[in-house]
């Protein structure tokens, strides 16, 4: 059984920094694109940054450029999403996701209806 679990979230003031974990189990990751996904209340669920199985291709929401990054480690089934410069609009559950299709070297899909697998979240808060 597929399983993925964030960890790392919190409550920060503006300008702080967090660094999100995912593990994933139940299958091997290392080929499969993987995602960050958000969750603000009363809003829809919205593409964060994803990260191809090589680790040779990302991509990033316009509003977290330049402010976050994500990596992955595929011995460990893990990837992460560092943090930093966060601000009160950042607050969030943040999820992390996989795709059951396998893709090339360079994808890394943001589209969330591509993604298959799902974390149960993990709460980030941060404050003014």
């Given amino acids: 059984q597929v399983q993925l679990v964030e ?40 593409f964060v ?4 199985w090589s680790g040779f291709s990302t991509n990033y929401a316009d509003s977290v450029k330049g ?10 089934n893990m990837v992460l999403l560092q943090m930093n ?4 609009e950042d607050t969030a559950v943040y999820y992390c996701a996989s795709t059951r299709t396998a893709y090339g070297k360079s994808g890394s899909p943001v589209n969330l209806l591509e993604y298959d697998y799902w974390g149960q979240g993990t709460q980030v808060t941060v404050s003014s």
Avoid: H
């Fill in 85 to 88: 410069s966060l601000r009160p």
């Fill in 67 to 76: 402010r976050f990054t994500i990596s992955r480690d595929n011995a460990k």
């Fill in 49 to 52: 940054a994803s990260i191809s």
């Fill in 7 to 46: 960890s790392g979230g919190g409550l920060v003031q503006a300008g702080g920094s967090l660094r999100l974990s995912c593990a994933a189990s139940g299958r091997t990751f290392s080929t499969y694109p993987m995602g960050w996904f958000r969750q603000a209340p009363g809003k829809e669920r919205e």
